[in-house]
């Protein structure tokens, strides 16, 4: 710790009793005592002082971070992303890992796959961060067959709570399956995204976030990240957000200086240099493309 302190927040979320995001709630909640005062947001941390959360002190994580928790685990369906105890199939209770841990991100409810749980706070904001632009890879399935034109448009943006989702790779596995690599993590977006062109979402499963997939892990299994992956995750968020905030930046700049409304109009407008190119009957399409366009030839 410096002579200066460290952020109560980061203290907190280093001892991997939650992340910085969780902490401020317990502080703002006054849960949260500092030598047994309640603490404001921003109160720096010195050494010799006791912080306790709801009466139960926590101790500061070791520097070299070998105390902490990094797991892979496979959520079947049905199960609750949240560490409350209360809720029936929570996460925590589900995996029954012996230290406190708790996920990076969430997965609805309905859905299954690939999610992370630690006890080190100070890594969730680093992986979650949009404007980091971390792969997160699913497998969705949905009730009518996949169209050319519900390729490009998920592809190229859909609106959605207020904005303009980023545009995303996105392709045909099958007549009515998909594959979507997304950096964004936009409350159920996904689901929202077909719902907005039609589709209704019947299966979603998460296969991989960066360099970890699904591989070996059956649905309710986990496993403790190796070495060689979080090293490989270190390196991807070790000063990534610069760099993907201006990628993000190029991105959005085309539409980040226009109302909403006329954001909405453009996306459910027919692109103009290929007006009447894609099939709205939502029968199978039979164009290919070459280069580096994505292929809307169906694996049988």
Excluded at 145 to 166: D, Q
Aim: glycine residues 8%; aromatic residues 4%.
């Amino acid at each position: 710790m410096t002579e200066n302190g460290k952020r109560l927040n980061k203290f907190i979320s280093e001892s991997g009793h939650c992340s910085r995001r969780e902490a401020d709630k317990l502080i703002e909640k006054k849960r949260v005592t500092i030598n047994g005062k309640t603490p404001e947001l921003g109160t720096k941390v010195l050494p010799g002082d006791v912080v306790a959360v709801d009466g139960k002190t926590i101790g500061a994580s070791a520097d070299n971070k070998s105390d902490r928790i990094y797991i892979a685990y496979h959520k079947p369906i049905g199960i609750t992303c949240t560490t409350e105890r209360h809720v029936k199939g929570n996460i925590i209770d589900a995996i029954k890992h012996k230290q406190r841990i708790f996920p990076i991100g969430r997965l609805d409810k309905p859905s299954e796959g690939l999610i992370f749980l630690t006890s080190d706070g100070d890594i969730v904001n680093k992986i979650l961060r949009a404007e980091n632009a971390h792969d997160k890879e699913y497998v969705v399935t949905v009730d009518k067959p996949v169209s050319e034109r519900f390729i490009e448009r998920m592809s190229r943006g859909v609106p959605i709570l207020g904005t303009i989702t980023n545009p995303c790779r996105v392709e045909v596995v099958s007549r009515f399956v998909f594959k979507i690599i997304l950096t964004q993590g936009l409350n159920r977006q996904i689901r929202r995204m077909c719902e907005y062109l039609g589709y209704e979402v019947t299966k979603l499963k998460r296969t991989r976030i960066m360099n970890v997939d699904l591989k070996g892990l059956k649905p309710g299994q986990w496993r403790d990240l190796s070495e060689a992956e979080l090293s490989e995750i270190n390196e991807a968020v070790k000063g990534s957000r610069k760099t993907s905030a201006k990628a993000d930046t190029q991105a959005q700049s085309h539409i980040s200086k226009r109302p909403y409304a006329d954001i909405v109009n453009q996306a459910d407008s027919p692109n103009p240099k290929s007006s009447g190119k894609y099939r709205i009957d939502n029968k199978p399409a039979k164009a290919k493309s070459s280069g580096n366009k994505l292929s809307l030839k169906r694996k049988k």
